[in-house]
């Protein structure tokens, strides 16, 4: 399972890149590959407020729908428009074209909720036994 350097991980599965004051998220391999092949995303618009650890976007694949949490507080700044009409960019690259959206941070704090690669591939060692 990829689950790359540098970035920080949700316990809901969400990924997160944090430069400077903004927070780029997506879903990780993991939740990608529980879904299955993603049919649907719906994000949020843009400056719309977003609290950590709340529902901020839907996915939903052949097998359900999920939703989608924010991993930091804010304001949404960009929207990715692809993977809204590409949804299929998920399973393909979920961790680079399949970003969904970018936050302009409200408390840089809040990264202390998050776990690091290392943390997150402890956790999903915990899952899979």
């Given at each position: 399972?990829?689950?790359?350097d540098g970035?920080l991980?949700?316990?809901?599965?969400e990924?997160?890149?944090i430069?400077?004051?903004?927070a780029k998220?997506?879903?990780?391999?993991y939740?990608?590959?529980?879904?299955?092949?993603?049919t649907?995303?719906?994000?949020?618009?843009?400056?719309?407020e977003?609290?950590?650890?709340?529902?901020?976007?839907t996915?939903?694949?052949?097998k359900?729908?999920?939703?989608?949490?924010?991993?930091m507080?804010?304001?949404?700044?960009?929207i990715?428009d692809?993977v809204?009409?590409?949804p299929?960019?998920?399973?393909?690259?979920?961790?680079?074209?399949?970003?969904?959206?970018?936050?302009?941070?409200s408390?840089?704090?809040?990264?202390?909720?998050?776990?690091s690669a290392?943390?997150y591939k402890?956790?999903?060692?915990?899952?899979?036994?």
């Amino acid at each position: 399972m990829n689950v790359p350097d540098g970035l920080l991980y949700t316990k809901e599965h969400e990924w997160v890149k944090i430069e400077g004051n903004q927070a780029k998220m997506g879903i990780t391999e993991y939740a990608q590959s529980s879904l299955g092949d993603i049919t649907f995303v719906e994000l949020p618009n843009k400056q719309a407020e977003c609290a950590q650890f709340k529902q901020i976007a839907t996915v939903e694949s052949v097998k359900a729908a999920s939703d989608i949490y924010a991993p930091m507080s804010g304001k949404v700044i960009q929207i990715n428009d692809e993977v809204q009409s590409k949804p299929e960019l998920l399973n393909q690259s979920s961790y680079d074209l399949g970003w969904f959206l970018s936050i302009e941070i409200s408390d840089v704090k809040e990264t202390e909720n998050l776990m690091s690669a290392q943390e997150y591939k402890k956790f999903l060692e915990g899952i899979a036994h």
